[in-house]
């Protein structure tokens, strides 16, 4: 079984910092995706990165996957209350499909 | 579109009782897949489907079992249920680029 290991597990930070979420593993990835998940619902994407690397960019968000498809990162810029919430990250090695998920990163940014 | 559903929202369950959680998916999406979230451990997955007629165990399948009769539907039956299955629930199906999109999730108390 393939881990992803995130780090921090819990983050409380003030409205306006910036913030750092890492997700790292041994094996290596065909993609990795990063999700959101709010108190009560569902986890939901916010994005895929699939090439070693590559670097996207939402809004104030930056996700970046390591060349060697073993890690990655979420950046967050200016941090707003409405960021708050359960960061997921989740690879595909390629095989069935079937995501293995990391434990999540609790983000609590207060006013 | 309503995408995923899941029924019930939650549910009290007695030791020992057989319980069926639904999930259907509007997306005509191939995969299927039910996780388990749980603090401190993250999503754990159960069962998967490629397609209708096929399943497949996951990382934690002991205790759980599942059909897929139709693209749509994709039931997670507990035969006999125990505390230890007290959890979340997640049904989730797979779009584009491995997106996985997940239902609301059914919330189980065993007693």
């Known amino acids: 079984t393939q881990l992803l290991e995130q780090s921090p597990q819990f983050l409380s930070i003030q409205e306006g910092e910036n913030l750092t979420v890492y997700c790292n593993s041994s094996?290596?990835?065909?993609?990795l995706q990063w999700y959101r998940q709010e108190p009560g619902e569902g986890p939901v994407l916010l994005v895929t990165?699939?090439?070693?690397?590559e670097v996207k960019k939402l809004k104030r968000l930056t996700f970046q996957f390591g060349d060697a498809r073993k890690d990655s990162s979420l950046h967050i810029t200016a941090a707003q209350t409405g960021d708050t919430g359960l960061y997921l990250c989740?690879?595909?090695?390629?095989?069935?499909?079937?995501?293995?998920f990391g434990k999540g990163t609790l983000l609590t940014v207060n006013p | 579109i309503a995408g995923i559903t899941q029924a019930p929202t939650s549910q009290i369950l007695a030791a020992g009782r057989r319980m069926t959680l639904r999930c259907t998916q509007d997306?005509?999406?191939?995969?299927m897949y039910w996780y388990r979230q749980d603090l401190g451990l993250g999503l754990r997955l159960i069962h998967y489907?490629?397609?209708?007629?096929?399943?497949g165990k996951g990382e934690v399948p002991d205790g759980y079992s599942v059909s897929r009769a139709n693209t749509d539907d994709f039931p997670l039956t507990l035969a006999s249920a125990v505390p230890s299955q007290t959890s979340v629930y997640f049904c989730?199906?797979?779009?584009?680029?491995?997106?996985?999109?997940f239902g609301p999730g059914t919330r189980l108390l065993v007693l």
């Open positions: 989730a199906s797979r779009g584009l680029q491995e997106t996985q999109y």
């Open positions: 094996s290596v990835f065909s993609s």
């Open positions: 990165v699939v090439t070693g690397g």
């Open positions: 989740a690879g595909d090695v390629g095989s069935n499909y079937k995501l293995t």
């Open positions: 997306m005509r999406h191939n995969a």
């Open positions: 489907s490629n397609t209708a007629g096929t399943t």
